[in-house]
């Protein structure tokens, strides 16, 4: 079958509709592993193409503004998955 490009849109689109796990640690300055680790407990959004994992871009990008905090009070702890670990760390030292 042949790819009708007008009906796809920009060739440079098709070309990075999807991400590689690699790109999304790089993207969001983290290790492929974290990466891994948060799709495995279905935080981040993917597309599963058989045994390939890809991340879809809008995707990523809507996940990164449900995730914006007004004063970064919303601290995910990815080792333990506690989304206040940190912070009720930073609280029980400000009290001592």
């Given at each position: 079958m042949k790819v009708d490009w007008a009906d796809i849109?920009?060739?440079?689109s098709l070309e990075t509709l999807l991400l590689t796990a690699r790109?999304?640690?790089?993207?969001?300055?983290?290790?492929?592993?974290?990466?891994?680790i948060m799709t495995g407990r279905g935080e981040l959004p993917c597309v599963h193409l058989g045994r390939l994992v890809r991340y879809d871009i809008?995707?990523?990008k809507r996940w990164i503004g449900d995730h914006k905090t007004a004063r970064g009070t919303q601290i995910?702890?990815?080792a333990t998955?506690?989304?206040?670990?940190?912070?009720?760390?930073?609280?029980?030292q400000t009290r001592a």
């Open positions: 849109g920009e060739r440079e790109e999304v640690a790089q993207a969001l300055r983290v290790s492929v592993r974290t990466v891994q809008a995707d990523i995910l702890d990815h998955g506690d989304p206040g670990l940190l912070a009720s760390i930073r609280r029980s």
